[in-house]
């Protein structure tokens, strides 16, 4: 089944370049199904990027996906025109009495930042409270596992000695887990980032599992034993140069970065990267789609945030095991 994205969007014609599956909103309104509705909180600075990388990952299921766009604020992007924030992007307002089956919320550059400092933090806060009666299932991605651990479960991030930087192997602490249904022991997965949510604070959290680690990153993927929550610390969606691109980024603005680690071919920023978590990224995505959403979402699109359906459903998927 294909992706549903907005009329217009310029990842449309990206995706079809690559032989993607998508159809506009308009096409889509033709067919008599009931489509997936998925809603991005897109917080990262450059937003056309960070909208292709996500729609990639969501694009290989079978499942009809309607994909909206929220923004946090009404204050203009720095990095993306303001014609395609005004054409493609929602304000809360505007969705604040809609449901929606899933919804990823991005990460931000924001790791060294207090969040009481953090300029949209109030409505970050409230998006994350709407969320627990409007959404099936939440992808929380890096900065905003650090949010929403904070504002939801009261777990402080801890500010790392030095910032994770690379791809870094991890290791599967549930291989039954349905979210990692496919993974191998070990795989691997980018990170960039300057903060953490500390294991041993997680460990007291009785509802939250940890699903998979890393020695060197900490903890990868976590889930909500009712499935409302996913947490991804690090970038399965990122594309081959992305880290390239940052490290490069930081060497011009002179912040003297170090060089991404388990990346470049003998560490020489020269040689094109290697390309170690596709694979594995795709799964986490299809894994969530299916088995976080569109099985634990009801058909009546009402019913969502009804917490009995959602238990009635994990626990006949318990007794199936």
Request: with cysteine; hydrophobic share 40%; glycine share 4%.
């Given at each position: ?44 600075p450059k937003k056309i990027e960070t909208e292709i990388h996500l729609l990639r ?98 777990i402080e991030k801890r500010l790392l000695p030095k910032k994770i930087f690379g ?155």
């Amino acid at each position: 089944m294909p992706l549903n994205i907005p009329d217009g969007l310029p990842a449309f014609n990206v995706l079809q370049r690559e032989n993607i599956f998508c159809i506009s909103n308009t096409e889509a309104r033709r067919q008599d199904i009931r489509p997936v509705r998925i809603l991005l909180l897109n917080l990262m600075p450059k937003k056309i990027e960070t909208e292709i990388h996500l729609l990639r990952m969501l694009s290989n299921s079978p499942l009809q996906i309607n994909v909206e766009l929220l923004r946090i604020s009404d204050k203009p992007s720095k990095t993306t025109p303001i014609e395609h924030m005004d054409n493609f992007y929602k304000s809360f307002e505007q969705i604040i009495g809609e449901k929606y089956d899933g919804m990823i919320i991005t990460g931000a550059p924001l790791g060294q930042v207090p969040f009481s400092e953090v300029s949209f933090w109030d409505d970050m806060q409230r998006i994350l409270d709407w969320t627990v009666t409007h959404v099936t299932s939440v992808m929380f991605l890096c900065w905003a596992v650090q949010a929403a651990m904070y504002h939801l479960y009261g777990i402080e991030k801890r500010l790392l000695p030095k910032k994770i930087f690379g791809v870094y192997p991890h290791q599967l602490v549930k291989p039954l887990a349905p979210i990692v249904r496919g993974f191998d022991d070990v795989f691997y997965a980018p990170h960039s980032r300057y903060a953490e949510v500390p294991t041993e604070a997680l460990a007291s959290l009785a509802e939250i599992e940890i699903i998979a680690d890393s020695q060197i990153a900490g903890p990868y993927v976590m889930v909500h034993k009712d499935g409302r929550h996913l947490f991804v610390t690090g970038h399965s969606e990122y594309e081959p140069n992305c880290l390239k691109d940052e490290y490069e980024r930081d060497l011009l603005a002179k912040l003297e970065p170090e060089i991404p680690e388990n990346y470049f071919p003998h560490d020489d920023p020269k040689e094109d990267p290697w390309v170690t978590w596709k694979s594995h990224g795709n799964l986490l995505f299809n894994n969530w789609l299916n088995y976080y959403v569109y099985q634990l979402t009801p058909y009546d699109m009402t019913e969502i945030g009804n917490t009995r359906h959602t238990s009635r459903i994990l626990l006949n998927r318990a007794l199936a095991q």
